[in-house]
Structure formats: structure tokens, C-alpha cells
């Protein structure tokens, strides 16, 4: 049985990369950077490969990337109102050195995105004023980072039981086994 819930998470997951109107769209990453201070914030998930590997991207001088590099340790949340369905994500993050595929994935991102990873300044200075931003000409910061799962959860509400199973990963296959809610 727990296979058939896994199944599902694969598949909400998948169709969160793919379609732009699925809730898990759009997931709430949390870091802990060496000022053992937790940081949120939601991050627009861009491709989920067949061994669950989740990759999104950012700006490389973004506080994520910095917190990735003192602590790869991070967690990743998805809710899908509709079907009260939560997944939680514990995982290593890793930032892409591969050029050929930043290459391929930054020829994808539309124009008008692109000028997101050409600021001047870095993610999170002040700005006086947000008609002054200066953008690069020539070079762009753009970054991407993978999340390997080794625990999920998932929580389905429902009546008259909710549904709680973790995930834990050993070696290449998944375990399972049923929480109380």
C-alpha cells in the first residue's frame, strides 16, 4: 500500500516541474547557514529527474547558495490545496558545475527572466529605490542547485483518518513506514 502513495508524490512532484499551474509548482526551501539561523523562501522547482532529484534556480551570490556551501543540508515543503496533500523533503543540496547543462537550462529561460541573474548588485542589498536597479550587459550570475532526497513525507488530511508516511531512502530503493498523523 505505502507503494501506491509513493507513486502519487512522484507523479505530483513530476507535474509540478511541468506545469506551470500545479501547486507544487512552487515549493518553500529552508536552510540553515552557519549563523544557525533558519532561512525560507519559495523557489519555483524546474525539473524533477527519475531518482527525485528536484533542481531550481537562483542567483549564485543569492543567501541560499551561500547557506548551500556552509550547510547542503535542507528541507523542502509542498502543499496541494485540492487534495490536502502535503510533501516534506529532507535532502543534500548540490550546486551545478556541470557548464554544458547551466548552458542548456539558461538558453531556456526567457528573455525577460534572464535580466533577474544580471543585477548589479547582489540578492538582498539595499536598494533606495527599485526604479534605480542596474542591470550587467554581458554576464549573468544565473545558478541552478539539485536537492537529493534521503527522507520524505507524506501527510494526506482526510476523514476519517489522515495519512502519514516517511520515506527514507537506503542506497537506491525507498522504505516506508506509517506515522501517526
Known amino acids: 500500500m505505502p507503494d501506491d502513495f509513493f507513486n502519487e508524490l512522484k507523479e505530483e512532484l513530476g507535474k509540478g516541474s511541468s ?15 552557519l549563523e544557525k539561523m533558519p532561512r525560507q523562501r ?3 522547482i524546474r525539473m524533477v529527474d527519475h531518482s527525485l532529484n528536484l ?10 547558495v551561500l547557506h548551500i556551501k556552509e550547510n547542503n543540508r535542507v528541507s523542502l515543503l509542498f502543499y496541494h ?10 535532502g543534500l543540496a548540490t550546486i551545478i558545475k556541470n557548464q554544458n547543462m547551466l548552458n542548456e ?7 525577460a527572466g534572464q535580466k533577474d541573474y544580471t543585477t548589479k548588485a547582489t540578492p538582498g542589498s539595499i536598494l533606495p529605490n527599485p526604479d534605480t536597479m542596474e542591470y550587467l550587459d554581458d554576464t549573468h550570475h544565473f545558478c541552478m542547485v539539485s536537492v537529493e532526497p534521503f527522507k520524505i513525507e ?7 483518518n489522515h495519512l502519514r508516511i516517511r520515506y527514507s531512502k537506503k542506497g537506491t530503493s525507498w522504505e516506508s513506514e506509517f506515522l501517526v498523523p
Open 19 to 33: 506545469s506551470k499551474n500545479h501547486p507544487f509548482r512552487y515549493g518553500v526551501l529552508a536552510t540553515l547557514g
Open 42 to 44: 519559495t523557489i519555483v
Open 55 to 64: 533542481f531550481f534556480y537562483t542567483d549564485m551570490r543569492s543567501k541560499k
Open 81 to 90: 490545496p485540492e487534495k490536502m496533500l502535503q510533501i516534506r523533503i529532507e
Open 105 to 111: 537550462h539558461w538558453q531556456n529561460v526567457h528573455e
Open 154 to 160: 507524506y501527510l494526506k488530511l482526510k476523514r476519517p
